[in-house]
């Protein structure tokens, strides 16, 4: 599968996740499990300021975060498309995210919702490459 069909499955499910959990709440944020297992996970938090969704994306993997870094204008565009007006992204490598090691969807009581993303292509090898 190429990068940017990978990408645009990736920030999909981004855009999605934000776009319900923003409806229910001002701020928040999410843990999404990627599928193909390389990408990782990536941790999502959110809040909503003076009209403007703030976003901030870490990611368990390096790669997996410059590739959504890479392909933000997509996650805005979505998030404008669902009807969310304007979003300020941040991606942060400041270090590895903690993530949670459950493998299943889950909400707690705290409002970290973890969610399974995957994708579904006959042709996929199993593979990824995100050369750069």
């Known amino acids: ?4 069909k990978l ?12 776009a319900t959990l923003s409806l229910d709440r001002r701020s ?3 843990e ?14 959110f809040d909503r300021q003076d009209g403007v969704l703030q976003i901030n994306v870490s990611a368990e993997r390096d790669d997996a ?4 870094r890479r392909h933000s204008d ?5 998030l404008e498309d669902a009807g969310l007006g304007s979003s300020m992204l941040e991606f942060r490598d400041d270090g590895k ?3 949670d090691d459950t493998d299943d969807a889950r909400s707690d009581s705290d409002g970290v919702e973890t969610i399974a993303v995957s994708h579904a292509d006959s042709r996929s090898t199993g593979r990824l490459d995100l050369r750069i």
């Not at 997509?74 to 979505?78: A, D, H, N």
Request: net charge negative; aromatic share 2%.
């Open 1 to 4: 599968m190429d990068t940017l």
């Open 7 to 18: 990408a645009q499955l990736a920030t999909r499910q981004v855009v999605d996740r934000v």
């Open 28 to 30: 928040g944020h999410a």
């Open 32 to 45: 999404l499990r990627l599928d193909p297992p390389e990408l990782g996970r990536l941790l999502i938090t």
């Open 65 to 68: 975060l410059d590739l959504m």
């Open 74 to 78: 997509l996650i805005r565009i979505g």
């Open 97 to 99: 995210a903690e993530f």
